[in-house]
């Protein structure tokens, strides 16, 4: 079969194949719009044109990448470009130009298309890989700045970490690299040997045992990824007979506008089943800041707690109020709420789900409550 290499893209491209063909275009054009006729106009019908033929996460990213930007400043005429969301770009066309073109017979090509599955398919594929790099997930070893540079150097990359948050470095460096580049990265990097027995050393740990640790978790992140965007199954929640649209239908809108994020947040990321654990991270934080509310009245945390609770048990009973805020925040200082938790008994995603929606129906009165008297005080007229 006739070939052409294409200097920009790195690819063999076939003659016969219109995708690659399009994709090499879309390439060549980017870097054109770039480079000689800078405008978000022309960067929104380029996306108009190729976004059609992308997917999943691919998708999600060329959407939101601001490549050429007007300027802030009246007095200044040129675009402002940024070469960090053109690379995610022409990552995304490379990584579905190879999945195109890639011999599905070879062993080597079979992993790199399972590991860009879990990329395309989880939108947060690159901060949880940053996680285990940098050791946030405590799975893997914990890497400093000065060990996050030589990470990167021992791979033949020439970036200096210099003070960023770590795992937001990381997780740029990863847009930025094909999915030939992360396999390599992860198999000669991640998983290097001398990591796992080094950092077991310092530690005073098993080092099979971390390493094997660290395996078993890196599956479960692709696996999980693969199936992120699965169908969710309700089963599981209505069978608790919960009204979950009222629920979820009623949105937190009190005068704390973190707590309204939080209690926002959880809410959104349920519905993800990989998100499940984070969900629930999200809604005990919002727990947890609900019992400061009147801190700004000079209460300490349990003199807010016990005013919420009498506001919320008024024509009820505030001993079942008080004993309820009692058990929820037992069942969270015992069990493992937060991923770093590694000391607490972990829950069933069976058990998350139930603790979940039994948060959220608390959390949901104690708004009901809230919003009544802030309009009280609101309403001076």
Same mark, same amino acid.
């Given at each position: 079969m006739?070939t052409?290499?294409?200097?920009d893209?790195?690819? !063999?491209i076939m =003659? *016969? +194949?219109p995708? $690659?063909k399009? %994709?090499t275009? #879309?390439?060549?054009?980017l870097?054109?719009?770039?480079d000689?006729?800078p405008s978000?106009?022309?960067?929104?019908?380029?996306?108009?044109?190729?976004l059609p033929?992308?997917?999943?996460?691919a998708k999600?990213?060329?959407?939101?990448?601001?490549v050429?930007r007007f300027p802030?400043?009246?007095?200044?005429?040129?675009m402002?470009?940024?070469e960090h969301?053109?690379?995610i770009?022409?990552?995304?066309?490379?990584?579905t130009?190879?999945?195109?073109?890639?011999d !599905?017979k070879? =062993? *080597? +090509?079979?992993k $790199?298309?399972? %590991?860009?599955? #879990?990329?395309?398919?989880?939108i947060?594929?690159e901060?949880?890989?940053?996680?285990?790099i940098?050791?946030?997930n405590?799975?893997?070893?914990?890497?400093?700045?000065?060990?996050?540079?030589?990470f990167?150097?021992?791979?033949?990359?020439?970036y200096?970490h210099?003070?960023?948050?770590?795992k937001?470095?990381?997780?740029?460096?990863?847009?930025e690299?094909?999915?030939?580049?992360?396999?390599?990265?992860?198999?000669?990097?991640?998983?290097?040997?001398?990591?796992?027995i080094?950092?077991?050393k310092?530690?005073?740990?098993?080092?099979?045992?971390?390493f094997?640790?660290?395996?078993?978790?890196?599956?479960e992140f692709i696996?999980?990824s693969?199936t992120?965007n699965?169908?969710f199954?309700?089963?599981?929640?209505?069978?608790?007979?919960v009204?979950v649209?009222?629920?979820f239908d009623?949105?937190?809108?009190?005068?704390d506008?973190?707590l309204n994020?939080?209690?926002?947040?959880a809410?959104?990321?349920?519905?993800?089943p990989?998100d499940?654990q984070?969900?629930l991270?999200k809604?005990?934080?919002?727990?947890e800041?609900?019992?400061?509310y009147f801190a700004h009245?000079g209460?300490?945390?349990?003199?807010s707690?016990?005013?919420?609770?009498?506001?919320?048990s008024?024509?009820?009973?505030?001993e079942?109020?008080?004993?309820e805020?009692t058990k929820?925040t037992?069942?969270?200082?015992?069990?493992?709420i937060r991923?770093h938790?590694?000391d607490?008994?972990?829950l069933?995603?069976?058990?998350?789900?139930?603790?979940f929606?039994?948060?959220?129906s608390?959390?949901d009165l104690?708004?009901?409550?809230?919003r009544?008297?802030?309009?009280?005080?609101i309403?001076?007229?």
């Amino acid at each position: 079969m006739e070939t052409i290499n294409d200097g920009d893209i790195g690819l !063999k491209i076939m =003659k *016969e +194949n219109p995708e $690659i063909k399009f %994709l090499t275009e #879309a390439y060549k054009k980017l870097n054109r719009i770039y480079d000689k006729n800078p405008s978000p106009d022309n960067i929104k019908k380029w996306k108009d044109n190729v976004l059609p033929k992308l997917s999943g996460s691919a998708k999600i990213k060329v959407s939101r990448v601001e490549v050429i930007r007007f300027p802030q400043s009246s007095y200044v005429f040129a675009m402002d470009k940024d070469e960090h969301e053109k690379k995610i770009v022409e990552t995304v066309l490379r990584d579905t130009a190879f999945k195109i073109n890639a011999d !599905k017979k070879s =062993k *080597e +090509n079979f992993k $790199i298309l399972k %590991l860009l599955k #879990a990329r395309e398919e989880n939108i947060d594929f690159e901060i949880q890989l940053a996680e285990m790099i940098c050791g946030d997930n405590t799975k893997f070893p914990y890497r400093s700045s000065k060990y996050l540079t030589e990470f990167f150097q021992n791979l033949g990359y020439n970036y200096i970490h210099s003070g960023e948050t770590r795992k937001y470095w990381v997780k740029d460096i990863l847009d930025e690299l094909n999915i030939k580049e992360i396999h390599t990265l992860v198999s000669t990097g991640l998983f290097r040997k001398k990591y796992f027995i080094d950092f077991a050393k310092e530690n005073n740990l098993n080092h099979n045992k971390l390493f094997q640790g660290a395996a078993k978790e890196f599956k479960e992140f692709i696996q999980n990824s693969i199936t992120a965007n699965e169908v969710f199954d309700l089963s599981s929640v209505l069978d608790m007979n919960v009204n979950v649209e009222l629920l979820f239908d009623n949105v937190a809108n009190t005068q704390d506008i973190e707590l309204n994020k939080l209690i926002e947040e959880a809410k959104e990321r349920f519905f993800n089943p990989n998100d499940k654990q984070v969900a629930l991270e999200k809604l005990w934080d919002a727990f947890e800041r609900l019992k400061t509310y009147f801190a700004h009245e000079g209460l300490k945390k349990n003199q807010s707690a016990d005013q919420l609770t009498t506001i919320i048990s008024q024509q009820f009973d505030k001993e079942f109020i008080d004993e309820e805020f009692t058990k929820l925040t037992k069942i969270g200082n015992n069990y493992r709420i937060r991923h770093h938790e590694a000391d607490k008994q972990e829950l069933t995603q069976v058990h998350i789900n139930y603790l979940f929606f039994r948060m959220l129906s608390l959390i949901d009165l104690c708004l009901v409550f809230l919003r009544e008297k802030e309009n009280e005080e609101i309403d001076i007229f």
